[in-house]
């Protein structure tokens, strides 16, 4: 079974950047698309961006469009999501899943708090 970690998140001012890593164990992640989902208090989880297999494409929530990238490096197992501008509505819990078939796993969080 795939285990995730994620890590990376913390406090940043409006307009800074985080890089958020999700680190995949178990198995190989290169048979795996993934993808990056948040979930502000209250809220419900919301998807925000995703990749497929070799990142050949990759999408994005339109509200983080132009200011987050997701990449993988299938060789180290990782996930990354690098968030630059960050916004106060960018505060929540980020999530790391990967999915392959019907099968999908997910990590347990971390937190990202941006200060206005």
């Known amino acids: 079974q795939l285990q995730l970690v994620e890590s990376g998140g913390g406090l940043v001012q409006s307009g800074g950047s985080l890089r958020l890593s999700c680190a995949a164990s178990?198995?190989?992640?290169?048979?795996?698309?993934v993808a990056w989902f948040r979930q502000a208090p209250g809220k419900e989880r919301e998807g925000v961006s995703c990749a497929t297999t070799r990142s050949d494409v990759t999408n994005y929530a339109d509200s983080v469009k132009g200011r987050f990238t997701i990449s993988r490096d299938n060789a180290k197992n990782m996930v990354y999501l690098q968030m630059n501008s960050l916004k106060p509505e960018d505060a929540a819990v980020y999530f790391c899943?990967?999915?392959?078939?019907?099968?999908?796993?997910w990590g347990q969080g971390t937190q990202v708090t941006v200060s206005s």
């Open positions: 178990g198995s190989s992640l290169d048979r795996y698309a």
């Open positions: 899943s990967a999915a392959w078939g019907t099968k999908v796993d």
